[in-house]
């Protein structure tokens, strides 16, 4: 990233003449409507020793309106929903309504006293009191109060999800909760106390706990724990979390070691942080422009530049030359920075310069402002269009336009600025009737057209020129500036997948795409195959399917006039649990429930007992088979449930908040130890003991029955297994552990023995069996296997002496293979009691 990139500014215009009420294609006269939104880059601010709000436009860096809320001298707080505004005085607790059309403003009759914060969803308008703990909740239409408020003692900064669920933290327990139309939910002790944030990230909930060092995306359905990823973070740090909204990636600013962390739920670790700030620098919570975090430096009164792509600072900005808590806001490809106690003001541009703005003049602060609701009448000042700004009026000389005197302006749309080759949209704004229009467009070329669209050939800025006749004589010409930038990088899409590869019926699936070159101004998903196309312009994109059938997945990302697609076929399966083999020799007849005939995506079967668990597509959990200890006997309300794992007689399930469920061993089954209580991320039950995986990398292992002889000197912890570990596989008297690196370790007890090298490229462990990249299996410790080792393995089922190769066809890993059933092709295999299972 170079620093002209950086330093690029918009070149804007002052208007000076425009008195036009009309936007005029032909004859035609167009009011203004009701129901007409804020345009793209406009912004309420709070002006609290004004008690104004202030619509700055960020195109054009300058004041669009200002509207009295409230007596000065207090704070004012805002919110945007929709293009209405919302803003709340903390002088007299009054919540106000700016309606984005007319500007009309109205104010509740139910006070929020001591309220510190307004959040406006599409359902629901909040107000927030984090000392005392209040929430309070209005039709954000109307301003009704809706039930009661509800006091939860102090809590954290709170949020609000892209479906308008507020979420925050409790100080005092650490508990998470949500509220959503009026239902408060829990999930009790799910922070550390006083150590834990909160912030959207795509549209979604995620928290970072400082005392775990740990950042986590969070289900917005059941406030579980959907993807963790490990910070270098301490207990005593003081953080401020900010969410892309593009992406599940959280930028973590810890203020007391002035560094940014930056925390991609994609990994499974965040990126090392980088150090930002210096001596008396406060940070403060961090917001993405394009691919440049701007972190906002409290105690000196400036921002920082960071380049997310290389994690490198790339230079400060100075707004303030005062420590100052300032407003650092992100909407619409722009950055409004905001002094909520003072005049000042400003912008920073999509190419990270900026531009200063005057709020109101702190002499006269009433000047040219609209009255608050009760003291006149008159609506606020109408914002001009954003590209107005661009538009001069010239001199007509001796020429009058006819029918009295009335200016020409030039309308730019969607702004004025462009890319080399990106198309602008050009119009003329007049009271008169239109005749013909003449443009010139400041590159040599020239047309004609009340509206048309032009683009640019090479950088730099124009003046277009519109000449106007009405009736036969000319009108006031007119001229606009229009800057263009060099060409746009274009989006790029390198793949297109889905998360999980193999969907099931009833699955929620995430689609994904690496993307690079030009962050892309809109994503279009289109999901087309049996029922119907299903469309979606969400980056985070999730789809359930209804059916099993050869789906095709389409996404375009375009940036200005650059477009480009790519597809990708996937065939999503139904998820039936079949028999498909079973030893004649030694007869056993369990046969799967009826409910695990479809949306069932994982099966775990008993290596050293009879039983099986399905795990299905809702979370949910059936068991079948040898039920002497209970290990068949699910808790009653299992669900949640994302892992599950069958031991010889006991079951495991791992729910999406890292809490491990343990049933069965009968009356001499041991609890689960606090270390595998909660961050965990994978199960493996073994033949007499449980071994959990936690987000710290640490492994921990227990014992099914209390005083078993066979596995008491397993239950050792060394310290070789308590650090690095990403992928555990319990045996009958063993453990494999994958570190990060690809080593493979043998964890007996006290004795940690090394199985394999990073060289052997091990990517998974599975039933004592290694994974390479190209499915390759390695046998531990490694020797040449019996038979040659088969490519493009997916998945095994070493009780069965069978794998799956990526088309699904069952191949032998040993010399014993029965025949396979005609067109068996599943996506997983178990075994147990001598019974193999296959998901189709």
């Given at each position: ?40 880059g ?41 293009g ?11 919540v ?28 629901d ?13 209005f ?10 408020p ?47 944030a ?35 973070l ?20 810890v203020?007391?070691?002035?560094l ?68 650092l ?120 057209g ?89 980056p985070?994109f ?72 399905a ?8 068991a ?5 200890n ?95 570990i ?102 997983a ?12």
């Open positions: 990233m170079t620093g002209n990139r950086i330093r690029t500014a918009l070149s804007l215009t002052v208007v000076l003449g425009m008195v036009g009420a009309v936007l005029a294609f032909g004859d035609t006269e167009d009011t203004h409507a009701p129901g007409v939104r804020l345009r793209s406009e912004l309420w601010l709070g002006s609290g020793q004004a008690g104004q709000v202030t619509l700055v436009n960020g195109p054009a860096a300058e004041v669009s309106g200002r509207i009295e809320v409230g007596p000065p001298g207090g704070r004012i707080r805002t919110a945007t929903m929709d209405t505004a919302f803003a709340l005085s903390s002088t007299d607790g009054a106000s309504r700016i309606d984005g059309g007319t500007h009309k403003v109205t104010t509740s009759e139910r006070r929020s006293p001591g309220a510190t914060t307004v959040l406006a969803g599409p359902r308008l909040y107000t927030v009191d984090t000392d005392r703990g209040v929430i309070d909740r039709d954000p239409k109307t301003l009704a109060g809706q039930g009661s509800e006091q939860i003692g102090p809590t954290g900064d709170p949020v609000l999800d892209a479906t308008g669920r507020l979420w925050l933290t409790t100080q005092e327990h650490g508990d998470l909760m949500w509220f959503d139309a009026g239902s408060r939910h829990t999930r009790p002790a799910a922070s550390t106390p006083g150590k834990s909160l912030a959207i990230t795509a549209g979604r909930p995620a928290m970072v706990d400082s005392k775990r060092g740990v950042a986590e995306l969070l289900n917005p359905d059941t406030g579980e724990m959907i993807r963790s990823a490990r910070a270098d301490r207990p005593a740090d003081h953080l401020a979390v900010g969410g892309s909204p593009g992406r599940s990636r959280l930028l973590i600013a203020s007391n070691r002035n940014l962390v930056n925390c991609d739920f994609s990994a499974t670790d965040c990126r090392p942080a980088i150090s930002v700030g210096q001596d008396g620098s406060e940070l403060g919570t961090p917001v993405e422009l394009g691919d440049i975090a701007l972190v906002p430096d409290y105690g000196l009164g400036r921002v920082w530049l960071v380049d997310l792509a290389g994690m490198r600072v790339l230079e400060q900005r100075q707004l303030f030359d005062h420590p100052k808590r300032f407003e806001i992100a909407r619409d490809g722009w950055a409004f920075y905001n002094d909520p106690d003072g005049e000042l003001a400003g912008v920073f541009d999509p190419h990270g310069a900026v531009h200063p703005v005057t709020k109101y003049n702190p002499s006269q602060s009433g000047e040219g402002v609209s009255p608050a609701p009760g003291q006149g009448t008159r609506p606020g000042t109408r914002p001009g269009n954003p590209a107005e700004v661009a538009s001069i009026s010239l001199p007509s000389g001796a020429q009058g336009p006819a029918s009295g005197s009335a200016d020409v302006s030039i309308v730019v749309t969607p702004r004025a600025q462009s890319a080399v080759g990106e198309e602008l949209g050009l119009a003329v704004r007049t009271t008169n009737p239109i005749t013909s229009v003449s443009w010139d467009f400041g590159d040599g070329s020239t047309g004609g009340t509206s048309l669209r032009h683009a640019w050939a090479q950088p730099g800025s124009y003046t277009v020129r519109a000449t106007v006749t009405s009736r036969g004589r000319s009108l006031s010409p007119a001229a606009a500036t229009v800057t263009v930038a060099e060409p746009q990088t274009p989006p790029q899409i390198g793949s297109v997948w889905t998360d999980p590869a193999i969907p099931i019926i009833g699955q929620r699936v995430g689609m994904h795409a690496d993307l690079s070159g030009g962050t892309p101004d809109r994503r279009q998903w289109t999901v087309t195959g049996p029922g119907p196309t299903v469309q979606s312009t969400d985070d999730h789809h359930t399917f209804d059916s099993a059938g050869k789906y095709t997945i389409t996404l375009t990302v375009s940036r200005g006039a650059a477009a480009v697609t790519r597809t990708t076929d996937v065939t999503v399966r139904t998820g039936q649990v079949t028999l498909w083999r079973d030893w004649s020799w030694m007869p056993v007849d369990y046969p799967p429930p009826v409910a695990v005939g479809s949306g069932v995506t994982a099966l775990s079967g008993s290596q050293w007992g009879e039983h099986f668990l795990l299905k597509a809702d979370g949910t959990v059936h079948w088979g040898n039920n002497t209970g290990q068949v006997s699910v808790p009653p309300g299992l669900s949640g449930v994302v892992a599950v794992s069958a031991g010889r007689d006991h079951s495991l399930a791992l729910t999406a908040g890292g809490s491990v469920i343990f049933w069965g061993g009968g009356a001499t089954a041991m609890p689960i130890p606090e270390e595998a209580r909660h961050d965990v991320i994978a199960i493996s039950a073994g033949q007499g003991f449980s071994v959990a995986l936690t987000s710290s990398g640490a492994a921990v292992i227990w014992p099914v029955h209390k005083d078993d002889p066979e596995v008491k000197d397993l239950i050792v912890m060394p310290q070789e297994v308590r650090h690095d990403v992928e555990i596989d319990a045996m009958y008297a063993n453990t494999l552990l994958r570190k990060s690196d690809g080593t493979v370790l043998n964890w007996s007890g006290a004795r940690v023995t090394r199985q394999a090298d990073p060289d052997l490229g091990i990517v998974r462990i599975k039933e004592g069996l290694g994974f390479t990249r190209d499915g390759s299996l390695i046998r531990f410790p490694p020797a040449p296997t019996e038979q040659p080792q088969q490519l493009g393995i997916q998945a095994v089922a070493a009780g069965c002496n069978s794998a799956i190769q990526a088309d699904g066809t069952v191949v032998s890993i040993t010399d014993s293979f029965p025949p396979v059933p005609p067109g068996f092709k599943p996506f295999l178990a075994t147990a009691a001598v019974l193999c299972y296959g998901l189709t």
